[in-house]
């Protein structure tokens, strides 16, 4: 059976340039486009969509809803949650100390790195593995990550600290001297509590 009749049969969708090995889990209404490999053992979950030239390795796992734009790797140890969104040519990494002459590549030696539930990744970022970025947080174009992200927190730079507080819709949150905040745009409001935010 050809990966277009599987995919077919099972309600996602794969672009004839792709390659899916079999043993990967794809959910229903995911899209794979140009040049992209789903390795044996990796998770896709439901709606997810997959740009050009997107790798998903052995152990990776992404939730509902993700969107991964082209030229991102995900490696084993990386767990992206519902509604992650991975902008162009970010980067993750899964093993702190690499080297060409050593043998790091069995499971025990790859580092776990989360993405929270509706979080975004901007294009040419790097996320060192290890850390976790809290839900709807936004770290922001060509920024290293390499420190555990806050929920709803809004960081850049390198290396990324936080520099505000984003609503999860993606607008930044002004808070008043009171400690909230409501979104202008969608109107969601939030409290803050040291470098603690919450939806009210």
């Known amino acids: 059976m050809t990966e277009e009749m599987t995919a077919r049969q099972k309600g996602y969708f794969v672009h004839e340039t792709s390659a899916v090995d079999p043993g990967s ?12 490999h789903i390795m044996a053992g990796a998770k896709i979950g439901k709606r997810c969509k997959l740009g050009q030239n997107v790798f998903v390795a052995k ?6 809803n993700c969107k991964i734009q082209n030229n991102v790797s995900l490696y ?11 902008g162009p040519s970010m980067v993750f990494t899964n093993v702190k100390t690499p080297r060409s002459a050593v043998v790091r ?12 539930r509706g979080a975004s990744i901007g294009a040419n970022a790097t996320v060192i593995c290890g850390v976790t970025i809290g ?9 290293v990550v390499s420190r555990d992200v806050p929920d709803y927190a809004l960081v850049y730079g390198v290396p990324a600290v936080v520099k505000g507080w984003a609503c999860e819709c993606g607008v930044r949150l002004v808070f008043s001297s009171d400690c909230e ?20």
């Open 25 to 36: 889990e794809i959910g229903e209404g995911t899209q794979v486009w140009h040049f992209s």
């Open 59 to 64: 152990g990776a796992v992404l939730g509902d």
């Open 76 to 86: 084993e140890g990386v767990i992206l949650e519902d509604d992650v969104f991975c």
């Open 105 to 116: 590549n069995t499971s025990s030696d790859y580092i776990r790195t989360i993405v929270k």
């Open 135 to 143: 839900r709807h947080a936004f770290v922001g174009a060509g920024s």
């Open 181 to 200: 905040a409501r979104c202008p745009e969608c109107g969601r409001e939030y409290v803050i509590e040291g470098r603690t935010v919450r939806r009210r």
